[in-house]
T-cell receptor
Framework: SQTIHQWPATLVQPVGSPLSLECTVE??????LYWYRQAAGRGLQLLFY??????ISSEVPQNLSASRPQDRQFILSSKKLLLSDSGFYLC??????????????FGSGTRLTVV | SQKIEQNSEALNIQEGKTATLTCNYT??????LQWYRQDPGRGPVFLLL?????KEKRKERLKVTFDTTLKQSLFHITASQPADSATYLC??????????FGAGTRLFVKA
């Protein structure tokens, strides 16, 4: 069966420290992968998406970056965190082609607090 | 600019009643509209998808309608239960990679 793993569940990091969040998918090949951020009371904001290894599209210019070193692995990184980077980060995937009666499958999320 | 709006006020209903949630959008022509359930501290869970050429879709106690003229979708939960209490998100999808998610409506079902 298809599953998605995201870790860590919670993270408290000081301002200026680096960040690495990891997401892996099982049970499907060549998934489309996504990183979203959710602020309290607001809709999900798409940060990055990837349609293949090494292919990253950035939606929001900021001090975050993403990488896809393997087909089913997606990493969100930052060299220096800002207070404004605090939020709930969600990894998601869709199985290609993006049609049919299914939507996104989300990970369980990472609550990041920058202090 | 493209906008998607869900009622930001929480919806409180009595167990057994039908809950109806609204999703309105502007300046957008979605190919699909999706509904998700999100519990506190968890990722959203996909519930239903309805295409632009479909008026209604059902799944067990859930029903979704899609009116492209009114630019509105309604999400119904019949015979609601306390376990249905959660935040429900709608999302507009052109079939590409940039799905727009609403902020969600919180539903409380009282026993």
């Amino acid at each position: 069966s298809q599953t998605i793993h995201q870790w860590p569940a919670t993270l408290v990091q000081p301002v200026g420290s680096p960040l690495s969040l990891e997401c892996t998918v099982e049970g499907t090949s060549n998934p489309n992968l996504y990183w979203y951020r959710q602020a309290a009371g607001r809709g999900l904001q798409l940060l990055f998406y990837s349609v293949g290894i090494g292919q990253i599209s950035s939606e929001v210019p900021q001090n975050l970056s993403a990488s896809r070193p393997q087909d089913r692995q997606f990493i969100l990184s930052s060299k220096k965190l800002l207070l404004s980077d605090s939020g709930f980060y969600l990894c998601a995937y869709t199985a290609p082609p993006r049609q049919g009666n299914y939507g996104y499958t989300f990970g369980s999320g990472t609550r990041l607090t920058v202090v | 600019s493209q906008k998607i709006e869900q009622n930001s006020e929480a919806l409180n209903i009595q167990e057994g009643k039908t809950a109806t949630l609204t999703c309105n959008y502007t300046n957008y022509s979605p190919a699909y509209l999706q509904w998700y359930r999100q519990d506190p501290g968890r990722g959203p869970v996909f519930l239903l998808l309805i295409r632009e050429n479909e008026k209604e879709k059902r799944k067990e106690r859930l029903k979704v309608t899609f009116d492209t003229t009114l630019k509105q979708s309604l999400f119904h939960i019949t015979a609601s239960q306390p376990a249905d209490s959660a935040t429900y998100l709608c999302a507009l999808d052109t079939g590409g990679f940039k799905t727009i998610f609403g902020a969600g409506t919180r539903l409380f079902v009282k026993a």
